[in-house]
Nanobody
Framework: VQLQASGGGLVQAGDSLRLSCTAS????????LVWFRQAPGKERDFVAA????????IYTDSVRGRFTISRDNAKNTVYLQMNSLKPEDTAVYYC???????????????????WGQGTQVTVSS
């Protein structure tokens, strides 16, 4: 199983970025796909998730209304569209995948066995 994340970069506050994460070796449509982020010296925090069954989405409060997670099962790819970026969004962003994650466990990084390598997002003020 491999997850390859891309799309990070250095932007200014208010700008947009779109992250992509392409998976191989899994039945993609059946998996919950998530994005986490980790700022220097901090824990890895949940950002957004899309369920394999039905594709419903959930977000952490700080990004709701600004970020959109979506998936293209035909391309085995999950996206994170990030708009109105803020300096506090600066972090390394990781995608992860797992089948059978229950809703109450979506935000727990230990629920996911498969991780991408991370992509750096830096937002300057």
């Amino acid at each position: 199983v491999q997850l390859q994340a891309s799309g990070g970069g250095l932007v200014q506050a208010g700008d947009s970025l779109r992250l992509s994460c392409t998976a191989s070796g899994i039945t993609f449509s059946r998996y919950t796909l998530v994005w986490f982020r980790q700022a220097p010296g901090k824990e890895r925090d949940f950002v957004a998730a899309t369920r394999g069954s039905g594709g419903s989405t959930i977000y952490t409060d700080s990004v709701r209304g600004r970020f959109t997670i979506s998936r293209d099962n035909a391309k085995n790819t999950v996206y994170l569209q990030m708009n109105s970026l803020k300096p506090e969004d600066t972090a390394v962003y990781y995608c992860a995948a797992q089948a059978g994650v229950i809703l109450s466990n979506f935000r727990n990084p230990t629920a996911y066995n498969y991780w991408g390598q991370g992509t750096q997002v830096t937002v300057s003020s």
